[in-house]
Structures are given as C-alpha cells and as structure tokens.
C-alpha cells in the first residue's frame, strides 16, 4: 500500500472505533465528507461494502470486520517501524497529543507542556482539555492524565504523577458568619457548593474518612456547578463549604482567601496518572513527555 493507501485505512480504522463519521472527522481534523471519501477509495481498492449506513447509525459489515482486525495490525506495524527509525534520531519528533481534564490542564499542566517544548524542540503538541474520559485509541491520543483509581486499563500503560488530596475548605467571612465545623454532624448546620460531572450529570456529595470508614454527605446545596473552577471561586467569595483538590487552591489556602475545615475527617490522599496506549514499541516523544511529568511533580 502507498502513503496515501494507508492515510485511508486509517481514517477507515477511525471510523470502525468511533462508530461515526463526524466524530472520526473531529478527531482527524477534517470534514466528514473527507473522511467518507477516504472510505470510499478503500471500498474501491478492497472492491468491497465496509459500512452499513443509516441516518442514525454506521456498523461494519462482515467484510468490514474483517479488515478492520487486519489493517490495525497494519497500521501498528507501520507505526513500529516510524518509531524505529525515529528513536535513531538525536531527538524526539513528531506529534503529540495530551488530554486532560479542563481545570486541571489550565492550573498544572499547561506550563509543564511548554517547559518541555522549550526541551524537546521537534515535538509538535495538541492539548485537549475536557472533562471526561477519552478512549486513547479511538480518539487519536497518545497520553491522558487520569484521577484516582484506575479502572478498566488493561491496554494502558499507567505511571503515576503524584497523589492529591480533597480539601474541605470555606472563606474567613463563611466561618465568621456560619461557624467553623469540626464533626459531619454539624454539617447539617451549613450551605454546599457541590460539582456535578459533566459527562454522567451525577450530582458529587462530600467525602469524609471517620473511624476508618468512608462517609459521603450531601450539604443543602447553595450552589451547584459542572466547572471547579467555578466552585472554586463561589467558595472564596463565601458562598459556602466546598472540597477542592491541592493543586487548585494551595495559593488562595497560603493568601488567606480559604481555610480548611472538617480537617480532622480529610479523606485520603489519591493519585493522579498518565496513560498511554501499551504497545510493543513506544514513541520516543510519548517516552519523552511521560518521563519529563514524572520528574517534574509539585512541590505541595
């Protein structure tokens, strides 16, 4: 297969994982009607129907199944042998693309990215900052950071960050006004700024640790809000009780904008990770960033 050969398969390849034509277009960079064509030409070349289509759905047909197991072998294979030649280089090259989730990109990752840009010259970067979990391989990214446990990864590669912790926090007026709580019991007693996720739209109550055990409570919610950078701020001017992670309120905690409370109950510490996909060879930019984020974890 030439160059371009594979260029299709590939968007082909998109489009199986993604189920869609519009979103192996968003994830490409590219008009649907480009993608489709590009499907079209591997149709034309395999002289076979590779999609059912309805105006609702796109499935693979019998014929489409089985090229889609052979041209991900192909396509991986093509990428083993880039990342051979590529790992002769002096340095790292090539594109890589990060995801993270919005809040914490902006607060800690950017200014990481950029230091290793100023390091690794010929590594071109994309972020994508948004607040769910990405599917690495259908998505066309190459690592991800994730928070907390991770859970179904057996295809990932995972190394961790570093850990965070929740904090329970107020502004010196809230306390003033409304008290300073100690015990969940007196929970009950003041107003939450709760999160609620924005790709399920659960609702996030507190979390406590007491006695040893987990305890999870829903404050009578003043403000509720999908961004935590929001919360963040309503929490500041005194709307009420919030839990925030270390990262994004160490310098309002050090100024004198928020106070910890409920401190003797702060759940435990949690990780934060990078993944990337679990392939025999990896590319040495994907080794690269990786290892430059480990070295380089906060100070807090």
């Known amino acids: 297969m030439s160059m371009d050969n594979l260029s299709d398969l590939k968007l082909f390849v998109r489009v199986a994982l993604t189920e869609s034509f519009a979103a192996a277009a968003r994830v490409e960079g590219m008009t ?13 070349e395999v002289g076979a129907k590779l999609f059912s289509r309805t105006t609702r759905s796109v499935a693979l047909t019998v014929e489409g199944e089985r090229l889609l197991e052979g041209a991900r072998k192909l396509l991986d294979d093509a990428e083993s042998l880039k990342t051979e030649f590529t790992d002769s280089l002096d340095e790292p090259r090539g594109k890589l693309v990060v995801s ?9 990752l950017t200014q990481r ?13 994309e972020l994508r900052f948004e607040d769910r979990i990405v599917d690495l391989a ?18 990932l590669v995972a190394r961790k960050l570093f850990d965070d912790v929740i904090h329970t926090v107020a502004a010196p007026s809230y306390v003033e006004r409304y008290g300073h709580p100690q015990r969940i019991a007196e929970l009950d007693a003041h107003r ?5 996720a924005q790709n399920t739209g659960r609702l ?11 305890v999870r409570r829903t404050l009578d919610p003043v403000l509720i809000g999908n961004d935590i950078d929001a919360i963040h701020q309503a929490a500041e001017a005194g709307l009420g009780i919030a839990q925030l992670p270390t990262y994004l ?13 409920m401190e003797n109950v702060r759940m435990d510490k949690f990780p934060y990770s990078i993944v ?3 392939r025999r060879l990896v590319a040495p930019r994907v080794r690269a960033f990786v290892d430059f984020l480990v070295s380089n974890p906060p100070s807090f």
Request: charge should be negative; include cysteine.
């Open 32 to 44: 649907s009607s480009a993608v489709s064509k590009a499907v079209q030409r591997v149709e034309s």
């Open 100 to 108: 993270a989730s919005a809040v914490f990109g902006r607060m800690w």
């Open 113 to 125: 990215v950029l230091s290793f840009m100023c390091r690794y010259k010929y590594v071109e970067v």
């Open 138 to 155: 259908s998505e066309g990214i190459d690592v991800a950071i994730r928070i907390g446990e991770l859970g179904d990864s057996a295809n």
């Open 192 to 196: 939450g700024i709760h999160y609620r």
């Open 204 to 214: 996030f109550p507190f979390m406590f640790e007491c006695n040893g055990k987990a």
């Open 249 to 261: 309120i160490l310098d309002s905690l050090e100024q004198g904008h928020l106070v910890e409370v």
């Open 276 to 278: 990337y996909l679990d």
